[in-house]
């Protein structure tokens, strides 16, 4: 795992606001799905229900991890390519591929 320390920064580089609201909502629906995967457990709702419930929790995990790095990339990234700092880019990636690929 990558500590902070090792993570290249750039100042002023974040998503843009779409990307943010997007990211935002999506974090939403997923809090809403974990609730209600919470609330099956407490209530006792049928296993094969808790495990569709857990199942879609998982593929919009996923999806938020997809959608926020294709952001990095289409952010964060180009705009260190489009600087002339494709070496701060290219670290940037590598970082965070690593992270990625630990997880998975």
Not at 43 to 64: E, F, K, M, W, Y
């Amino acid at each position: 795992m990558t500590n902070d320390a090792e993570r290249p920064r750039v100042p002023g580089l974040y998503f843009d606001d779409e990307t943010t609201q997007l990211l935002e909502d999506r974090l939403a629906g997923i809090e809403q799905l974990a609730r209600t995967a919470r609330r099956e457990l407490r209530q006792r709702a049928p296993c094969n229900q808790i495990l569709v419930t857990t199942v879609r929790l998982r593929g919009d995990v996923t999806s938020l991890v997809a959608l926020s790095f294709r952001a990095h990339l289409e952010t964060c990234i180009a705009q260190c390519v489009r600087a002339g700092e494709g070496s701060a880019a290219l670290a940037s990636v590598e970082v965070a591929l690593r992270d990625l690929l630990e997880r998975l």
